[in-house]
T-cell receptor, first 115, second 113 residues
Framework: AQSVAQPEDQVNVAEGNPLTVKCTYS??????LFWYVQYPNRGLQFLLK??????LVKGSYGFEAEFNKSQTSFHLKKPSALVSDSALYFC?????????????FGSGTRLQVQP | DAGVTQSPTHLIKTRGQQVTLRCSPK?????VSWYQQALGQGPQFIFQ???????QRGNFPDRFSGHQFPNYSSELNVNALLLGDSALYLC????????????FGSGTRLTVV
């Protein structure tokens, strides 16, 4: 079975400070990993993904994430937070090596950036 | 470049009724997946359609069914609605080659009263 854990329900950070949103995963084989952001009453917007290659993945709006296979983590980071980054963030995984086609999502982390 | 389009955006139904939700995938995408997002939770996989066939199904009862048309658009049908079916229903489209990722629509908010 595949699973995702987002251990923090909410992350608070001041504007201009760096931010980290944590994600750990569990899959039988190799993972495809994704980060999505959701604004109120909206669908999911794609931020970035890890398929293969460099462990540091750069995505939209200045976000990046680091794939760490030994720690089974894929934490989302941004060097300088903006108030407009305040939203709900979801990490998701799909097992690359099985026949499963579904994405499994974490429970989400609400990011609050204070001015 | 049109993204994923879902209709309607909001819907209110009564317990026991049936509902149909619609999804048009992103241009060039041929695979459609449906997810249910209950309030305060992450999306849960319902099923995926490719080449007009259901390819995989999540842990949802048979009251949930779907269809994919030759133009790749898709419908999600839910019969005998329960209060617990109230949720945001998200459609995601993709190509079989996963490296291109998934594109999600804005969802249909279903309220069962």
């Amino acid at each position: 079975a595949q699973s995702v854990a987002q251990p923090e329900d909410q992350v608070n950070v001041a504007e201009g400070n760096p931010l980290t949103v944590k994600c750990t995963y569990s899959v039988s084989g190799n993972p495809y990993l994704f980060w999505y952001v959701q604004y109120p009453n909206r669908g999911l917007q794609f931020l970035l993904k890890y398929i293969t290659g460099d462990n540091l993945v750069k995505g939209s709006y200045g976000f990046e994430a680091e794939f760490n296979k030994s720690q089974t983590s894929f934490h989302l980071k941004k060097p300088s937070a903006l108030v407009s980054d305040s939203a709900l963030y979801f990490c998701a995984v799909r097992d690359m090596d099985t026949g499963r086609r579904a994405l499994t999502f974490g429970s989400g982390t609400r990011l609050q950036v204070q001015p | 470049d049109a993204g994923v389009t879902q209709s309607p955006t909001h819907l209110i139904k009564t317990r026991g009724q049936q509902v149909t939700l619609r999804c048009s995938p992103k241009s060039g995408h041929d695979t459609v997946s449906w997810y249910q997002q209950a309030l305060g939770q992450g999306p849960q996989f319902i099923f995926q359609y490719y080449e007009e066939e259901e390819r995989q199904r999540g842990n949802f009862p048979d009251r949930f069914s779907g269809h994919q048309f030759p133009n790749y658009s898709s419908e999600l049908n839910v019969n005998a609605l329960l209060l617990g079916d109230s949720a945001l229903y998200l459609c995601a489209s993709s190509l079989p080659q996963l490296r291109w990722g998934y594109t999600f629509g804005s969802g249909t908010r279903l309220t069962v009263v």
